[in-house]
């Protein structure tokens, strides 16, 4: 497995919406980046401890029902619904893009993905993309969970 550090990196919101058009089965997954997950390639739920059948991602495939809406929307709704997860999580937990499989559905029913194959990390500069276009919709959205609230 490669290192973290020589994936290529996802410098825009643009580039991703690309790569996403480009490339179904895509995923993202925030963590210490692929060397640390693959080493048992499975997560843990939180609320109970259980290993589970593979690594928590979410898909980034542009569902059917968006029909010819932007897909740097899409993608930008996608980061932004997780992007609480670095501070929760703690140093060193950055998103990155994988291909894989859906082993399963994990207890807040998001994939489980096995037969990881990581593709790309994301700059941050990507993540503060996707909250400017999420922002631009002109809605009360936030992140999943939202501090102070």
Same mark, same amino acid.
């Given at each position: ?19 996403? $058009?480009?490339?179904? %089965?895509? /995923?993202?997954?925030?963590? &210490? =980046?692929? @060397? +640390? ?50 501070? $929760?999580?703690?140093? %060193?937990? /950055?998103?990155?893009?994988? &291909? =894989?499989? @859906? +082993? ?46």
């Amino acid at each position: 497995m490669s290192r973290a550090d020589d994936l290529p990196v996802v410098r825009t919101l643009a580039e991703l919406a690309d790569l996403v $058009e480009r490339h179904h %089965g895509l /995923y993202v997954r925030w963590s &210490r =980046g692929p @060397e +640390a997950d693959l080493a048992d390639a499975s997560s843990t739920d939180d609320l109970t401890g259980v290993r589970m059948s593979g690594l928590s991602a979410n898909p980034l495939d542009v569902e059917d029902w968006w029909d010819d809406r932007p897909v740097a929307v899409w993608v930008a709704r996608r980061l932004y619904d997780y992007s609480h997860l670095p501070h $929760e999580k703690g140093p %060193g937990v /950055y998103p990155w893009v994988l &291909r =894989g499989r @859906e +082993a399963s559905r994990g207890p807040d029913n998001e994939p489980l993905v096995a037969d990881v194959r990581p593709m790309c990390r994301l700059d941050d500069r990507t993540i503060d993309e996707a909250r400017d276009a999420v922002d631009r919709q002109d809605t009360s959205w936030g992140p999943l969970r939202r501090p102070g609230r």
